[in-house]
């Protein structure tokens, strides 16, 4: 069963703010939510994550909604380069921090 | 430059066949992890090792096997190759195994011919 749910394709215009939802409503205490993305066929890219409170970073924001259920992860000011797949993950740490990859959302930004 | 290397970048070879895949981690990273790819299953994690211990297991057919050496390199082995067995395979390597962020190699290619 997938732990998280993502639309599989949105789009965005260059320059503007990238909001990528991620529903995990059956999350556990211990678990964390990560955001990676995968250009094309390169390895994939770590790009933020968090427990319970928002973060930020230089690449981007994570907003997880008080009841845990939900993150949305922000690019602020998207560009070309930025077009990737974008997996929302849900992760502990017992016995080791395997990522389990879904479909992810395919963001395309256009100019 | 995740800073994670692999070889070979791609590698062609037959059914029944056997090959090794090579991980160099991070400089200062303990933990090594891998990954398969392929168009029908997307990204499945296979095997983790954390300083030369295995540490978590997944999707791991009983083909491959794995090790970390004690320099901390790690690498794939992937015997009686099957058709279906073409896929990238990635390579990740964290500090510490835990909650850290893993940083991904930019991948070998396998096509089984």
């Known amino acids: 069963d997938a732990k998280t749910t993502q639309p599989p394709s949105m789009d965005c215009a260059e320059g503007r703010a990238a909001n990528l939802p991620c529903n995990h409503s059956?999350?556990?205490?211990?678990?964390?939510v990560y955001w990676y993305r995968q250009i094309h066929s390169q390895g994939p890219q770590y790009i933020i994550h968090?427990?319970?409170n928002n973060e930020t970073n230089e690449m981007a924001s994570l907003i997880i909604t008080e009841d845990r259920k939900s993150s949305t992860l922000i690019l602020p000011h998207a560009t070309l380069r930025d077009t990737a797949v974008y997996y929302c993950?849900?992760?502990?740490?017992?016995?080791?921090?395997?990522?389990?990859f879904g479909g992810g959302t395919r963001l395309m930004v256009k100019p | 430059d995740s800073g994670v290397t692999q070889t070979p970048k791609h590698l062609i070879t037959a059914t029944g066949q056997r090959v090794t895949l090579r991980c160099s981690p991070r400089?200062?990273?303990?933990?090594v992890y891998w990954y398969q790819q392929s168009l029908d299953q997307g990204l499945q994690f296979l095997i983790q090792?954390?300083?030369?211990?295995?540490?978590a297991k997944g999707n791991i057919l009983e083909r491959f096997s794995a090790q970390q050496f004690p320099d901390l390199h790690s690498e794939l082995n992937l015997s009686s190759l099957e058709l279906g067995d073409s896929a990238l395979y990635f390579c990740?390597?964290?500090?510490?195994?835990?909650?850290?962020?893993?940083?991904f190699g930019p991948g070998t290619r396998l096509t089984v011919l």
């Open positions: 990740a390597s964290s500090k510490f195994g835990g909650s850290d962020e893993q940083f």
């Open positions: 059956t999350i556990s205490g211990n678990e964390y």
């Open positions: 968090g427990l319970k």
């Open positions: 993950i849900l992760s502990n740490n017992n016995a080791g921090n395997m990522l389990t």
């Open positions: 400089s200062g990273d303990l933990s």
């Open positions: 090792y954390y300083n030369g211990e295995e540490r």
